[in-house]
């Protein structure tokens, strides 16, 4: 009796994926807020590198950082709107001091400066990387759980079916 009164109330709602990763998006910030960090130095390093003044290379890094959360947001990625401006700030807030007082001190051994570029944009690249490819699973394991949750779903509205047929049958 009570499994017939549950299977003709239940109805399905949507299912709600919540990542548990580290990777996840936070609503302010998150450890994406790392490689946006490390985005900024990067910027820093190669605008001062490729010889560009204050005015300019501030305007450049600013359309770079915004350009790049617009482009997260064509391809859908789902971020908060705190989040995403969040991301430009923190990439600002990285690219203002390394470009007026560490790109200086590093211009004076240019080997040692290409070296921390290097390895800045390095660490920055793995960092999205490692974040894409976790990204990448998490969105694939929702589909997975979305499958089974839609194919149980089925389940339970044919055996519905099948016992409401029995008893009007009877």
Known sequence: MRDRAISSTYTPRAIVFERTDIWREGKWLDLWSVVHFLSGVSVALGLALLGFGMPAAFVISFLMLVAYEMWEAMVKIEETPQNRVMDVVVGMMSFAPTFLYFTP?????????????????????ALATFGWLASHKAAVLEEKVRTEYEQRIEKLRARRARKRARRLAR
Not at 106 to 125: E, H, K, P, Q, R
């Open 105 to 125: 001190i590093l211009s004076g051994d240019m080997y040692l400066y290409i070296v921390v570029f290097g390895i800045v944009l390095a660490v920055n690249i």
